[in-house]
């Protein structure tokens, strides 16, 4: 099993640009969640999913879309990126047993 | 409103020291409380979590933590640094198990 892969694992992007974050994870998880990590603020949860069909707004929601598009897979889309998107972004899906996250490993995104 | 309040961004101990990493929360339920570690470039792994049942959690690696409610706390601890714990450490509350609130985290350096 691989867990919860994303891709792609590092970006470089230009003001303005657009891209999409995937996520895919093969633990049968009902619920979903993008952060992301910056420098002495911990991880900050962007949306998440707590089932397919359905998203939620986290913490820090502007600049961001998402698409639960099945069970398996929840996407991240910047549509215009800014400077300020440049971070690392962590998907993560939580199991059965209440609270455990799983997390895959990054993508590191760079917004010049 | 839920948070996490993580005392010391950065923590050096000695090799075979006590390792205490400090972990205070607001709830305005009774939470789930977690602490997660992150290597460099990977994502987070749980360490252990706590879930009303005991209030001495083990986890993995030989680390611990105490659950104590009037002090709102749940620290870290570890009774002798090794060079592999050398990481960065997250406290994590859920009072839904939907949503996850974590502190900014606590970069343990281990002197040889």
């Known amino acids: 099993n691989a867990g919860v892969t994303q891709t792609p694992k590092f970006q470089v992007l230009k003001t303005g640009q657009s891209m999409t974050l995937q996520c895919a994870q093969d633990?049968?998880?009902?619920?979903m969640y993008w952060y992301r990590q910056d420098p002495g603020m911990g991880l900050r949860l962007i949306y998440y999913?707590?089932?397919?069909?359905?998203?939620d707004k986290g913490e820090v929601p502007n600049g961001y879309n998402v698409s639960r598009l099945n069970k398996r897979e929840f996407s991240l889309r910047l549509e215009s990126a800014a400077p300020s998107q440049t971070s690392v972004y962590f998907c993560?899906?939580?199991?059965?047993?209440?609270?455990?996250?799983?997390f895959g490993p990054g993508t590191r995104l760079l917004v010049l | 409103a839920q948070s996490v309040t993580q005392l010391g961004s950065h923590v050096s101990v000695s090799e075979g020291a006590l390792v205490l990493l400090r972990c205070n929360y607001s709830?305005?339920?009774?939470?789930?409380l977690f602490w997660y570690v992150q290597y460099p470039n990977q994502g987070l792994q749980l360490l252990l979590k706590?879930?009303?049942?005991?209030?001495l959690v083990k986890g993995i690696n030989g680390f611990e933590a105490e659950f104590k409610k009037s002090e709102t706390s749940f620290h870290l601890t570890k009774p002798s640094a090794h060079m592999s714990d050398a990481a960065e450490y997250f406290c994590?509350?859920?009072?839904?198990?939907?949503?996850?609130?974590f502190g900014t985290g606590t970069s343990l350096t281990v002197i040889p």
């Open positions: 633990m049968n998880h009902n619920s």
């Open positions: 999913s707590a089932s397919e069909g359905t998203t």
């Open positions: 706590y879930t009303s049942a005991a209030t």
């Open positions: 994590a509350v859920s009072p839904t198990g939907n949503q996850f609130y």
């Open positions: 709830s305005s339920v009774p939470p789930y």
């Open positions: 993560a899906t939580t199991g059965p047993k209440r609270g455990t996250q799983y």
